[in-house]
């Protein structure tokens, strides 16, 4: 067996919950707003859409064919129009409640801080991901994680996003890690798994929902707690 020292952890569906967390911050502002009195009928139908509107411009800003300022705004703005509501202050106020309090949410993978304490023990833990660093930041103090880091390597400290080799790159100088001493965690093939492998680096597919995929990798896992039995 490889001898590992650094683990590098994706955050977003990884460790913090980011559906649940995203699901609670959208039903506080269809409240908040009042969006049923602008014509939306269920809090679902808003976040429905605005999922399937948000992951159309993540796609976009992956492909920085889509600045972080136009994303933040667009995807309500877009959300909004589909509801037959053209309303540019309404939709950057959500933008900006939804930025600012999302991050104050602190709903955790099951599993989390017990795995955690069990890698912190034996290994240095680092966080990479495409998330905006000072919205990653708060997740990471919100929810208590703070203390299991060493480094978070973001795509906006590094320049670069996953899956792209330059971050992960950037990452094992910033840490002092060897490739060969390091596995990556993560929840997206083509992100953290599609990552790994374009460097050469171990990794763990955090794979809840059962995905098929033929990558070769260290190990493919149901719950964050059966990493204990790999790592
Ligand atoms: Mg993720």
């Not at 409240?31 to 509107?53: H, V």
């Not at 991050?103 to 955790?108: D, E, H, Q, S, Y």
């Not at 997206?188 to 098929?212: C, H, W």
Request: glycine fraction near 4%.
């Amino acid at each position: 067996m490889r001898k590992f020292r650094h683990i590098f952890l994706d955050l977003d569906r990884t460790l913090w919950d980011f559906e649940e967390n995203s699901r609670q911050e959208l039903e506080s502002i269809f409240r908040k707003f009042k969006l049923q009195q602008l014509g939306i009928s269920l809090p679902n139908e808003f976040i429905k859409i605005y999922k399937s509107i948000n992951e159309e411009c993540w796609s976009l800003y992956r492909l920085n064919k889509l600045s972080k300022e136009d994303l933040r705004s667009i995807r309500f703005l877009k959300t909004l129009e589909y509801f037959g509501i053209s309303d540019q202050i309404i939709a950057e106020q959500i933008g900006q409640e939804y930025v600012n309090n999302s991050p104050k949410r602190t709903i955790l993978i099951d599993g989390c801080h017990e795995l955690l304490i069990y890698l912190k023990n034996k290994y240095q833990l680092h966080i990479i991901t495409n998330g905006f660093e000072e919205v990653q930041v708060k997740k990471l103090s919100n929810s208590k994680l703070t203390p299991y880091f060493e480094k978070m390597i973001t795509s906006e400290s590094a320049g670069f996003k996953k899956p792209r080799k330059e971050i992960f790159n950037y990452a094992l100088n910033l840490t002092g890690a060897k490739l060969s001493e390091s596995v990556m965690i993560g929840d997206d093939l083509q992100t953290d798994i599609q990552g790994a492998v374009n460097i050469g680096m171990e990794s763990i597919y955090f794979n809840p929902n059962r995905k098929n995929h033929s990558f070769n990798i260290l190990a493919d896992v149901e719950t964050l707690l059966e990493i204990k039995s790999i790592l």
